[in-house]
């Protein structure tokens, strides 16, 4: 009794002894418990990293990207701003050339053969359309491709050309638009533009023999889950995605990938990525419009291809342009050139291109 009571008094070693026995009686955690705790400490940690990730600032311009911002200006259209370049050219000529980028990068496509492009016209113009590059890329908006024609049509208005005969060279989502411009040409459209000839390439002109990557698929289809695969696109995937419509000999350098992935993070524009590819689903509902502009034109008609292009495919694309629109010539380049050729062979691109021009 004395030993008992010395132990239930209330100095320190009771206290003591009845916490070791407090914890001795306490059943083991469970191992479903445990892992709770595990999986809040793991969320705990990831949450804020997440958060912050998901806020990170665009990457900085690069010197060339900087230089190409510079020399260009914006104008207004609906509330949106448009950046652009246009530049003065040939002193001996009069012609105009609209440059017309593609899905989802930029009017700096064009940068390897803008200098040549100035030495035979008097005007070179380029823009990007709303949602890519510079300009502006609100969200929600409901892209469209007669938006970006309707776009070009108050650039040139802007500029005090549209009564003036301009030609006009496409690329890819470009390739659309310019033949949604045909369209209101070939219509006599008030405000149209004037074309005074059309060069395409490697654009889904038709979309039986236009194959989108996985991703495209699933983010202009996704629902719910788009926004989520926006949000989380980073430099890597953007890069590796991209790589696959490139030649494996003209694969663009590290500083050329993340000068596109920076144009495409200006403005939050990974965020729009899925409404703007609903170009997609225009392609196929509009067929007859776009693809009967171009079997209908007396517009001087050209196509460069590159014919390793997975997305509009050797031979079937090929093939299919030439029995729709036997009227057009073609410039197929090198065995190795793909979805992009005028970043792939500036100089062949070109070549074919002033070729075309000087042939009328």
């Known amino acids: 009794m004395q030993v008992l009571s010395h132990f239930r008094g209330g100095g320190a070693e009771g206290s003591l002894f009845l916490s070791?026995?407090?914890?001795?009686?306490?059943?083991?955690?469970?191992?479903?418990?445990?892992?709770r705790e595990w999986w809040l400490q793991v969320g705990l940690l990831t949450v804020p990293l997440i958060a912050v990730y998901l806020h990170i600032p665009p990457p900085k311009l690069s010197p060339a990207l900087q230089s190409w911002r510079s020399s260009g200006s914006y104008f207004t259209f609906q509330n949106q701003n448009i950046f652009y370049r246009d530049a003065s050219g040939a002193v001996g000529s009069s012609?105009?050339?609209v440059l017309l980028h593609g899905f989802p990068t930029s009017s700096y496509d064009w940068c390897k053969i803008w200098e040549g492009l100035t030495q035979r016209f008097n005007r070179v113009i380029a823009l990007d359309f709303v949602g890519f590059g510079f300009s502006d890329k609100p969200r929600p908006h409901q892209y469209s491709i007669f938006e970006q024609a309707s776009i070009v049509e108050g650039l040139l208005e802007h500029l005090g050309l549209l009564n003036q005969r301009v030609n006009l060279l496409s690329h890819d989502y470009g390739d659309t638009v310019a033949q949604e411009l045909l369209h209101r040409y070939e219509h006599n459209t008030t405000g149209s533009v004037l074309i005074n000839s059309l060069c395409l390439s490697n654009g889904g002109i038709f979309p039986e023999t236009h194959h989108p990557r996985l991703i495209q698929t699933i983010l202009k289809d996704g629902g719910l889950l788009s926004p989520i695969i926006t949000r989380l696109s980073n430099y890597f995937f953007f890069a590796r995605g991209l790589a696959t419509v490139f030649g494996p000999y003209t694969q663009p350098s590290d500083a050329e990938y993340w000068d596109m992935w920076?144009?495409?993070?200006?403005?939050?524009?990974?965020l729009v990525i899925d409404s703007l590819l609903q170009y997609i689903n225009q392609r196929k509902k509009h067929r007859n419009r776009w693809v009967g502009a171009l079997q209908s034109t007396s517009v001087p008609l050209h196509l460069i291809y590159g014919p390793l292009d997975p997305v509009n495919p050797h031979p079937e694309f090929l093939q299919l342009y030439k029995q729709v629109l036997p009227m057009s010539t073609v410039s197929v380049l090198d065995?190795?050139?793909?979805?992009y050729p005028q970043l792939e062979d500036p100089l062949g691109f070109l070549n074919s291109y002033l070729n075309f021009i000087n042939s009328f």
Not at 20 to 35: C, I
Not at 335 to 339: L, M, P
Request: glycine fraction near 6%; avoid cysteine; charge should be negative.
């Open 20 to 35: 070791a026995g407090a914890a001795w009686d306490a059943p083991a955690r469970s191992p479903e418990r445990r892992m």
């Open 262 to 270: 920076t144009a495409v993070r200006t403005n939050d524009g990974n």
């Open 95 to 97: 012609d105009i050339v």
């Open 335 to 339: 065995d190795h050139i793909s979805h």
